[in-house]
């Protein structure tokens, strides 16, 4: 009999390719069938916008509704259908809702594992089942890039679509099998399991998210994915320009850096509880740093495996911290999913600022001076990391009278 956590462990595996539905192969697929690349960004930039958007409200139906398995099922089955209705669909508004469709099941999947795995280990156990969760998804990841490259070879473009409504399938079956019963609200949100979880008991959304310490992460994730978004997109350009086989080499950077997450996020999960989490923002930010400046002085592909390896760091020490600080920041508040759902929101605003940026910065400095100044973002992110306040102790509640205040909740600490 499979325990609840290897059912997590199932789910992540299962769930690690499909959370960003068809992602890079919708270019391809969209180019395939004709469409112009104004038209492919028009859709990829009003899809991205509208995730942005639908974040805090996905974290905050996690939170009102109590049903993380349900929810997280709808979300898969969202990604499921939008990704099956781009099949036949040519036109414009046919592509748009498609995809907007599985977007928004995307958005819901994160929160909702999170309360899942929240409400069966429990907040002490959290670090290291996220760490293991990450290193699950990543290893889906990996699969199934595996899957499509040697199924594209034969099958054509078209493979990434039954690949990824396969791992939505088996991912409905594994939500469906993890017993409900290993789930606890109470668990779940830092209140007393002996008591009964009722609305009530969750605090004021504005007193959250008014937090300094939420808006102090939220700002250097920001400037975290406004540095990291853009650069191995211009390390591709780059190489274009000096007629290097772009393609290539981006695929194997792709491999390296999610090869690199797997160990990476279970080491994250346990230094978590051994060194605190504000480390691993800290650690996150440096990797950036000095992916930046490798990516801008060594030009030769080979010599650059090691700038992805750094990017596989930040990136997969990031998945495990913040969920976790948010859980401690909000611990008790009942609002754990609306604040990670912000989080993410901010987040990715600097992801789809981060385009612009590091284009504006190549035409205006040049590729090596591009790529090195992606590390100013990074370093502001190192300084506002700094500033965060240690949260491995806190486990936080919220006190309305004193404005969004933190006071210990009971049982929150780990």
């Known amino acids: 009999m499979i325990s609840a956590t290897g059912h997590l462990a199932l789910i992540n595996l299962l769930i690690g390719d499909i959370q960003g539905g068809l992602g890079p192969f919708l270019s391809t697929w969209l180019a395939g069938a004709a469409w112009t690349p104004a038209r492919i960004g028009l859709v990829t930039t009003i899809v991205g916008l509208g995730t942005l958007v639908l974040n805090t409200p996905a974290g905050a139906l996690v939170d009102h509704l109590p049903r993380p398995r349900l929810l997280l099922g709808l979300g898969c089955a969202g990604i499921l259908v939008g990704t099956l209705l781009l099949l036949p669909a040519r036109g414009f508004l046919a592509v748009l809702a498609a995809q907007f469709l599985a977007a928004t099941g995307g958005t819901i999947v994160p929160p909702a594992m999170t309360a899942l795995t929240l409400g069966i280990v429990g907040k002490a156990s959290f670090p290291r089942q996220q760490g293991r ?3 699950w998804n990543h290893v889906g990841i990996l699969s ?6 040697v199924g594209a070879s034969g099958i054509g473009a078209g493979v990434a679509f039954w690949i990824l409504a396969a791992m939505a399938v ?4 594994a939500i469906a099998a993890t017993p409900g019963s290993a789930w606890n609200a109470c668990r779940a949100h830092g209140w007393n399991e002996a008591e009964t979880a009722t609305p009530d008991k969750k605090h004021p959304v504005h007193h959250v ?6 808006l102090l992460l939220a700002a250097a994730l920001a400037l975290f994915a406004l540095g990291n978004g853009p650069m191995l997109s211009l390390i591709g350009q780059r190489m274009v320009a000096r007629h290097q086989d772009a393609t290539s080499w981006v695929a194997v950077y792709v491999f390296v850096a999610q090869l690199t997450m797997v160990p990476v996020a279970l080491w994250a999960g346990s230094l978590c509880d051994r060194h605190g989490r504000r480390r691993l923002l800290l650690l996150a930010a440096a990797a950036l740093t000095l992916r930046a400046g490798l990516s801008a002085w060594v030009t030769s592909p080979f010599w650059l495996i090691p700038a992805e390896v750094l990017d596989g760091v930040g990136s997969g020490v990031l998945g495990v911290a913040v969920p976790v600080l948010v859980a401690d920041i909000t ?7 609306t604040a990670l759902g912000t989080v993410n929101a901010l987040q990715g605003i600097g992801g789809a600022l981060s385009g612009v940026f590091g284009g504006l910065l190549v035409q205006m400095f040049g590729w090596n001076s591009a790529l090195l100044l992606l590390g100013v973002p990074a370093v502001a992110s190192l300084l506002l990391a700094l500033r965060l306040e240690e949260t491995r102790h806190i486990g936080l509640a919220y006190h309305p009278r004193r404005g969004g205040g933190a006071m210990p909740a009971a049982g929150g600490a780990s």
């Open 133 to 135: 969760n990450q290193a």
């Open 144 to 149: 199934a890039a595996v899957l499509i490259q």
């Open 170 to 173: 088996g991912s409905l079956v």
């Open 209 to 214: 998210l008014g937090n300094a310490r939420l």
């Open 331 to 337: 611990w008790g508040s009942g609002r754990t999913q």
